[in-house]
């Protein structure tokens, strides 16, 4: 059996926190929230997303990067993506509206920031922004829609509640192989899913940023990537009450470096 995907008639926001320390302590963290509303008039299995950043939800505050990034954003909002029977995004729908909006915005941006670090910034949301594919794949890799519309829970086979697949994660960036084992729960009204694998990363990663550098050939040692995820909700077919996230890399048992991710989901009665 599978877990049922019904349509989300209604509009909601999502609440979702992402922190990521390493065994030096905390390097990165920010809150986010996106609202999004479904529509389903395109035709067979296929809907639209339509979803918009709402930035007095999110992190940096008081940055450059928060200014920056909320400024970047008004070429973004609203957005809309298209997502196949299972909820999951396949496509960003209507990226000339949001090349148009860019380039309206880029004369602002360049008149109000400056510096080297400011350029290199614009210039890559410009190649970004100009490619739809590249730009669909950024906002999935973004950590909300990434554990929300990139996890295919629904695709999950089913047998007493228990069911395995090859799968593949993206928490530290790059695409991370392992056998996911998945359990289905029911405790009184409340429906549990928790998704959970491990991988051996071994030496093919040991160039891609992912690994400290004193952690890269220490003694031969493997590399373990892990990844622990749970569902909560009355009804995990509709809108889940909340979803969580751990991702960590270890190596000899010592974790050096975990990403925690928690998404809170509420129906809203204006998008």
């Known amino acids: 059996m599978h877990i049922p995907c019904l349509n989300l008639v209604r509009p909601y926001d999502i609440y ?3 922190r990521e320390t390493m065994d030096a302590g905390e390097v990165y963290g920010a809150t986010c929230t996106v609202s ?17 950043f709402v930035d007095d939800e999110d992190g940096y505050e008081g940055s450059n990067l928060d200014a920056f990034a909320k400024d970047a954003r008004e070429a973004l909002n609203p957005f809309c993506l298209k997502l196949n ?9 209507e990226h000339d509206a949001i ?11 360049r008149s109000k920031y400056s510096g080297d670090w400011i350029d290199g ?9 100009r490619d739809s594919d590249g730009l669909c794949l950024s906002i999935c890799r973004h950590f909300i829609f990434a554990e929300w519309f990139m996890s295919n829970v629904f695709d999950i086979e089913f047998t007493d509640n228990y069911g395995t697949r090859e799968w593949t994660e993206y928490g530290f960036g790059i695409p991370i192989t392992l056998r996911q084992e998945c359990f289905l729960e029911k405790k009184g009204d409340k429906q549990t899913l928790t998704m959970g694998g491990t991988a ?17 050939k220490e003694s031969g040692q493997p590399v373990i990537f892990e990844q622990h995820t749970v569902w909560k909700g009355e009804n995990l077919s509709l809108l889940p009450d909340s979803i969580g996230s751990l991702y960590t890399l270890s190596v000899r048992g010592k974790i050096f470096r975990r990403i925690m991710i928690e998404l809170k989901f509420k129906e809203s009665h204006e998008h």
């Open 16 to 18: 979702g926190t992402i």
């Open 36 to 52: 999004i509303k479904h529509d389903y008039s395109l035709l067979g299995s296929l809907s639209k997303a339509v979803c918009s």
């Open 85 to 93: 029977g299972n909820r999951v995004c396949r496509s960003l729908l």
């Open 99 to 109: 090349r148009r909006k860019w380039e309206d915005l880029l004369p602002a941006m």
């Open 121 to 129: 910034q614009l210039q890559a949301m410009d190649k970004r922004v």
């Open 200 to 216: 051996n990363l071994e030496s093919g990663y040991t160039n891609t940023g992912v690994l400290r550098s004193d952690y890269k």
